[in-house]
């Protein structure tokens, strides 16, 4: 790959885009490109700069591919539209940012699968890159092209563009993949040779070596090398790996512009339509040591004013008060500020008030999810009301005058008792606020209220019913949209077109490939953004490829059949999910397995893997 560098030809184009910071390299913090590694690798991120750059699991694997002797790793993203324009105009291949190469040119083409509205720019990035769609269509020449990300838990609508696709967490999996990669092309190993290789490693999917069988439904292996099921990846101890503490510090403003500490990784909770509390189960946290040497080290690598200590659910850390007593310690008079991205209602007390407040407030949210709690019982929501004011109360107390609060609309069971529940309860969260700060201050309260249309997912126990239709969804938008808010009260909604298409996409098989490929045929790119998304040219791919989209979002799978997605295991056993599902209907909680007995959900049995908690390990 020496001397193949664009960049004579991108240069000349950056003044006639905007944000030209998106492709140019040299961050503080960057890796160099190296000419003398022998494997090179580049991180694809379907979706602009400053999107992708926050991404934290390519931070993670960033620094590990990097840190591999005689390994190369760079970074890519999809160019704007203008610069797109610009690129296909001038005959321009999608290029790397470290030193702006083909990137066809590389050995591996990592691409992140951060959500099914992401499926037209996986496309778009491969076509822009030269690369063939599908993987049938690739020969020894090309580039391995690798996925992995949430999105892999249901990989049917996107296998066929993919050599390869990662199930599970990728820290020791992505070690293992470049190694046979590197080792095979050395040997000169054919295409076919390294994919049936690569089959053999757990956690790897080659999609080109499964077929369905019309009889059973299910889609079953067609090389003696491929397995009936493939199992998900898992770190068993996170505290053993390395936080990455020197990430690329942006030019520009990105999304998540901050430090970001992984503090734990799980949840068990069991919100039963979270598909992120499924598929990264068990709870695994880091021991507070390590989570505040990250933080020391991470602010003196990169000079962040904010430090994100995420997870899905960070209140629940066994030792998260001391971990913020030391964080505010640590950083108490450096201006540079803490924030937790989830609070968990019913751990947001007086002192978890103070300790986040520190001194300086990043930004609060709340997540009720259901307005009733006849609701939040269905969708296994263990909490209250009183709750939800109790945090809101401690909040505003602390010294806060904003924060957001998120709701679901099309939930199932819900009826429009649970719509109005929705402003019932913001307008309770607002007086405790009100009640909650000076009299002086009441005027500058504010609070806003985000409601997004529930998607039934993969690997979840709602992942056998399909969407209430579009009209239903607006007819309840509207509803809510008439309710008598306080004035301080800020309302936003999710679109419902863009909910279609990701309820239809969510939960598709290998057919849905044909939809996705037709949509971006008709121009179909950055559908996530709102300024992008033109829902009539999804309809109009439906429409030739012979389906109806809203059957497609709204379909309901029979609960004793086969599923699109049943080959992949990420270790939540399916019969516990029906029990879930069972348990919704008849409105009875699941406690949280961390700190309550085992639900059986059997993951930690499948995955040969325990609950470890800092301080305290447990199976």
């Known amino acids: 790959m020496q001397s193949l560098s664009l960049w004579h030809r991108v240069e000349p184009l950056l003044r006639f885009v905007e944000r030209p910071s998106r492709y140019i390299n040299h961050e503080y913090n960057a890796a160099q490109s190296s000419e003398s590694a022998d494997y090179k690798v580049t991180l694809l991120y379907p979706d602009t700069y400053e999107i992708g750059q926050a991404n934290q699991a390519l931070i993670i694997l960033y620094q590990i591919i990097r840190d591999l002797q005689g390994c190369s790793v760079e970074r890519s993203y999809l160019p704007w539209v203008d610069m797109m324009a610009l690129m296909r105009e001038k005959s321009i291949p999608l290029f790397s940012l470290e030193s702006c190469s083909p990137v066809a040119a590389f050995d591996l083409v990592g691409i992140t699968l951060p959500h099914e509205m992401a499926a037209t720019n996986i496309l778009e990035a491969l076509d822009l890159a030269g690369i063939p769609l599908h993987s049938t269509q690739r020969g020894d020449s090309d580039p391995l092209v690798l996925a992995g990300g949430p999105g892999a838990f249901n990989p049917e609508p996107i296998a066929c563009f993919f050599d390869a696709i990662a199930i599970g967490e990728g820290e020791e999996l992505i070690v293992e993949v470049v190694e046979m990669h590197r080792q095979l092309k050395a040997q000169g190993a054919n295409r076919q040779q390294i994919l049936?290789?690569?089959?053999?490693?757990?956690?790897?999917?080659?999609?080109?070596?499964?077929?369905?069988?019309?009889?059973?439904?299910r889609?079953?292996?067609?090389?003696?090398?491929?397995?009936?099921?493939?199992?998900?990846?898992?770190?068993?101890?996170?505290?053993?790996?390395?936080v990455p503490t020197c990430p690329i510090v942006p030019y520009v403003d990105v999304a998540h512009d901050r430090l970001t500490v992984e503090i734990l990784r799980g949840c068990t909770r069991g919100c039963r339509f979270c598909q992120a509390g499924m598929i990264y189960r068990p709870v695994r946290e880091r021991k507070a040591d390590t989570i505040i040497n990250a933080i020391a080290n991470g602010i003196a690598c990169t000079g962040f004013e904010e430090v994100s200590l995420t997870s899905l659910s960070s209140t629940d850390h066994s030792q998260i008060a001391e971990i913020l007593r030391r964080a505010n310690n640590?950083?108490?008079?450096?201006?540079?500020?803490?924030?937790?991205?989830?609070?968990?209602?019913?751990?947001?007390g007086v002192e978890m008030a103070q300790l986040i407040a520190g001194e300086k407030k990043a930004g609060l949210t709340f997540a009720p999810e259901a307005g009733t709690q006849r609701l939040r019982d269905i969708i296994n929501k263990n909490v209250t009301e009183s709750d939800l004011l109790s945090a809101v109360y401690h909040a505003y107390t602390a010294g806060w005058r904003r924060c957001k609060l998120y709701f679901m609309i099309g939930l199932p069971g819900e009826t429009d008792e649970d719509i109005q529940g929705i402003a019932n309860l913001a307008n309770a969260a607002y007086l405790a606020a009100k009640d909650a700060v000076p009299d002086e201050q009441r005027g500058s309260v504010r609070m806003s209220v985000s409601v997004a249309v529930f998607v039934p997912k993969p690997q979840t126990p709602f992942q056998w019913m399909g969407q209430i239709a579009l009209s239903e969804i607006q007819r309840r938008i509207e509803l809510l949209k008439k309710s008598k808010l306080h004035k301080g009260i800020d309302l936003h909604w999710h679109d419902p077109a863009t909910s279609l298409l990701e309820a239809a996409l969510s939960r598709g098989g290998r057919e849905t490939s044909q939809l996705i490929e037709a949509a971006w045929r008709g121009g179909a790119t950055f559908d996530a953004w709102t300024e992008r998304f033109n829902l009539d040219i999804w309809l109009d791919a439906a429409r030739n490829c012979g389906v109806d989209l809203q059957a497609l979002a709204s379909r309901d799978y029979d609960c004793s059949g086969p599923l699109p997605w049943d080959h992949?295991?990420?270790?939540?056993?399916?019969?516990?999910?029906?029990?879930?599902?069972?348990?919704?209907?008849?409105?009875?909680?699941?406690?949280?397995?961390?700190?309550?007995?085992?639900?059986?959900?059997?993951?930690c049995q499948d995955l040969d893997v325990q609950i470890a908690l800092a301080g305290d390990y447990r199976g």
């Open 568 to 603: 992949i295991e990420c270790g939540v056993e399916k019969e516990y999910l029906f029990k879930e599902w069972q348990n919704a209907q008849a409105g009875v909680t699941t406690e949280d397995c961390s700190f309550a007995s085992c639900t059986a959900c059997g993951v």
């Open 196 to 217: 049936e290789a690569l089959s053999s490693i757990e956690g790897i999917y080659v999609p080109q070596f499964y077929a369905y069988d019309r009889l059973s439904g």
């Open 219 to 242: 889609l079953e292996p067609q090389r003696d090398c491929a397995a009936s099921a493939i199992r998900k990846r898992i770190v068993k101890d996170l505290d053993a790996v390395p």
């Open 330 to 348: 640590l950083l108490s008079g450096t201006a540079v500020g803490v924030s937790l991205p989830s609070q968990r209602l019913d751990a947001f």
